[in-house]
Every structure is written in structure tokens, then in C-alpha cells.
């Protein structure tokens, strides 16, 4: 189900989706169902969290009110049809779109109400920690996905209210299933990623502990160019639970000393990782228009994790033969990026394929 009502200055709207040059700014004061059961009011360009009971019984409220339906879209000319304000109300359910008339001003008397008592507007940190909230392992047996150990980095012109990791491959250490095989891939500092094969006997311990590990969850938000770890776990590993950076790591590093060890790589340039869940909240945050708060925010610092508890070593691979090094930053000052030769623009990260400067 998705459910979104919106009182919106026509004039204004039509005028940001014709300009060029960025993202329009949606304006509207609006309820917006950001994603199953989570619920945010944009009223003013500020961000408040609404129950999923609240939401319900006022989605319940407005429908009340509604006068007809519609084709979902307004008149394109000059004059609106003599409208400056309109009432948005559209109601997807089982593949099924409706789209309701209303009395503008009523909405807009509606949705001031449940601003005022909706309490204080959610900052960055509060909005992403109430819309990526970390559910809860079932009882018993669970399907787990993958682990991931990377760092985050919010691209520009993202909305604050979007998860989008970018990952460098140098620097991301992860646990996959694929085929009902396991492996775990740690990389190395030394543009290195070492791979090994899970056994199957391993497999109840590694989900014993992973168990251990959500059952102190982080929070979701963090900050550009720090770590960030999650499990994901579900039939279709939707379901994701942000755990602690540090303990992730070194559960990663428990499990790759306990496998055999399969392959030495060198990490050729970068790719990009958003999952499932990820990509899925992109778009219906684009699609509600849920921009309030624009990027443009340069990358800090990454940080290093802290060096984690003593542990076996990890089986040492054999020596990797020699491959062609991107170039070193001696060589051109770290003035352009080292994988696609782009100039630096005062970034952490290349903006043209997101490598990182040293």
C-alpha cells in the first residue's frame, strides 16, 4: 500500500517541474507512507514523524471527506482551471491506483491539525534512525542473507532521507550467500581482496553469532565517510539490521580464519552497491518527493575502525602475483583521481566514479 495527501500551489508546482538545472523542490504540505507502516509529515519543509495507527485513521478522516475521483493529473494550461490550490490524494492498494477530489482548504485545515500535534520537527539523525528503523530476528531458525563492513557515502543532491551507500571495493568486507554456497571476502588495504569458501559445518555457528551481534543494534544514520556494517536476513533479503562496525568486522575476520581459503585479487576500480531495500526507498522517496533537505555535503574523513578483539589468524594466501599499481599520488600531487584521471575539485571522493583521493 502507498498513500500520499498533499495540498500543493499549482503555479509553484508546475513551475519546478519545468525549470532545468537540479531536482524540483516539492513544496507541498503533504502525508506520506515513506515506506510499510512508516509515516512522515512534510508540512513547511520540515520532516515529522506520524504513527502508523495515526496515519491510518487520518488517511481514513480525509477519505471521508472526498468529494469524487480522478485521472490523476492536473490541467496543464495557464489557468489550472481557474484552480491556484488543489488537493493531491492518491491511494495505491493490491496494484490498484486511486486518485480523490477534495476541498483544498479543508485538507490544508486537516493537515495543520496533525502538524500541531505531531510534536518537534526530526532533525537528519532523527529522520533517517525513524525511517530505516532495525527490526528483529525471528525466533528460531532465520534466513540469513549477507553481512556487509563498507563506508557510507551520501552522494550529492541525495535526500537526507535516503539510505545510498557507495561502495569501494578496496575498502568493503562482506559475507554472501549465492547458490547455497558461502563466502566471505575480506579486502585489504593494499588494493587486495582475499576470498574464501565457507563450509557448510559452519554455517550454525556463524548464525549463532549473528543473533549475538543484532541483538545490540546501531543506529542507521551515519555520517559521510564513516563505517557503517548490517546484516540482512529475510526470504528476500529485504529485511536489514545496522549493527555495530567494529564487532561486524571482526566477526567477518572470525569467519574467513575458519573457511578455506579460495582466491587472491586485486581490486580493479570501483563499483556501487545499493541493495534491494536501499533502491526500493530511493524511489519512493523520489517518487513522494520527500526532498526537503538537499546534499552537497563533502565527504569527512574516513574514519578507521577500532582494532578488534584477538582472534585466530586468518590462513595466509599466497603471495598475489604482480599487477600494474594505479599510480601513486607522488605522481600527480593527488590533483586527479587515480582510477579515471578526473581533476579534483576540493571532494574526498572522485564525482565522476567515486574514487577516493589519497
Request: with cysteine; glycine share 8%.
Amino acid at each position: 500500500m502507498y498513500v500520499y495527501i498533499g495540498y500543493r500551489n499549482l503555479p509553484e508546482y508546475f513551475t519546478q517541474q519545468n525549470q532545468c538545472g537540479g531536482t524540483p523542490v516539492n513544496t507541498d504540505h503533504r502525508l506520506t507512507m515513506a515506506k510499510s507502516g512508516v509515516y512522515i509529515l512534510t508540512f513547511g519543509g520540515r520532516n515529522y514523524a506520524v504513527s502508523t495507527e495515526r496515519a491510518e485513521k487520518f488517511t481514513e478522516e480525509v477519505l471521508s471527506k472526498c468529494t469524487d475521483k480522478h485521472r490523476g493529473f492536473f490541467p496543464l494550461e495557464p489557468s489550472y482551471n481557474g484552480k491556484k490550490y488543489a488537493a493531491v490524494i492518491e491511494i495505491h492498494k493490491d496494484r490498484d491506483i486511486a486518485y480523490y477530489d477534495m476541498d483544498e482548504e479543508v485538507l490544508l485545515q486537516m493537515l495543520t491539525a496533525l502538524k500541531d500535534e505531531s510534536g518537534d520537527p526530526l532533525d537528519q539523525r532523527g529522520l533517517i534512525n525513524y525511517c530505516y528503523k532495525s527490526p528483529v530476528l525471528p525466533e528460531g531458525d532465520f534466513e540469513l542473507k549477507s553481512i556487509f563492513h563498507q563506508i557510507y557515502v551520501r552522494p550529492d543532491n541525495t535526500p537526507v532521507s535516503v539510505m545510498q551507500t557507495v561502495k569501494p571495493d578496496k575498502r568493503t568486507s562482506s559475507f554472501w550467500i549465492y547458490k547455497n554456497e558461502a563466502h566471505v571476502e575480506i579486502r585489504e588495504e593494499n588494493y587486495i581482496k582475499n576470498v574464501y569458501d565457507v563450509p557448510a559445518e559452519l554455517m550454525p555457528e556463524i548464525l549463532e553469532k549473528v543473533r549475538e551481534l543484532c541483538k545490540d543494534p546501531a543506529e542507521a544514520y551515519v555520517e559521510d565517510g564513516e563505517w557503517e556494517s548490517y546484516v540482512r536476513f529475510g526470504e528476500d533479503g529485504e529485511e536489514r539490521i545496522f549493527t555495530s562496525p567494529d564487532n561486524t568486522l571482526a566477526l567477518l575476520k572470525d569467519i574467513a580464519s575458519k573457511s578455506v581459503f579460495k582466491e587472491s585479487e586485486e581490486v580493479k576500480g570501483l563499483s556501487y552497491y545499493g541493495g534491494a531495500a536501499s533502491r526500493n526507498a530511493f524511489s519512493n522517496f523520489m517518487f513522494a518527493g520527500l526532498n526537503g533537505i538537499q546534499g552537497g555535503i563533502q565527504a569527512a574523513p574516513v574514519q578507521q575502525p577500532a582494532p578488534a578483539q584477538q582472534q585466530a589468524p586468518i590462513p595466509q594466501p599466497a603471495p598475489a602475483p604482480q599487477t600494474v599499481q594505479p599510480a601513486s599520488p607522488s605522481e600527480n600531487n593527488g590533483e586527479k583521481c587515480l582510477y579515471c584521471g578526473a581533476p579534483r575539485n576540493g571532494n574526498k571522493f572522485c564525482t565522476e566514479c567515486g574514487g577516493e583521493f589519497k
